[in-house]
């Protein structure tokens, strides 16, 4: 079955970066477009970035462009979101995001939380 193991989170001054990890298993990695999504606590989800099957388009929220750029290995089926000049805002849980036609798949997500 889908399996979406996030990594890399943890506590970050302003400024700082860190660099999320998905794992993913259970389907054809390659076939499929996949997102990042966050939810800040006691807020809705909030979608980050997504990145097409090759890797070549990529696209982001406003809140992050410019700051977190996206990238995926098809050979180590692995999505990358890596986060740069972090802001106490972007405190959130970090979640990997598969679609397809039917179901939406999550992992557990990974924390991330910016001090201040």
């Known amino acids: 079955q889908v399996q979406l193991v996030e990594s890399g989170g943890g506590l970050v001054q302003p400024g700082g970066s860190l660099r999320l990890a998905c794992a993913a298993s259970?389907?054809?990695?390659?076939?499929?477009?996949m997102y990042w999504v966050r939810q800040v606590p006691g807020k809705g989800l909030e979608w980050v970035s997504c990145?097409?099957?090759?890797?070549?388009?990529?696209y982001y929220a406003d809140s992050v462009k410019g700051r977190f750029i996206i990238s995926r290995d098809n050979a180590k089926n692995k999505l990358f979101l890596q986060m740069n000049s972090l802001k106490p805002e972007d405190t959130a849980v970090y979640y990997c995001?598969?679609?397809?036609?039917?179901?939406?798949?999550w992992g557990q997500g990974t924390h991330v939380t910016g001090s201040s």
């Open positions: 259970g389907f054809t990695f390659s076939n499929y477009w």
């Open positions: 995001n598969l679609r397809d036609r039917f179901n939406n798949y």
């Open positions: 990145i097409n099957t090759g890797g070549g388009d990529t």
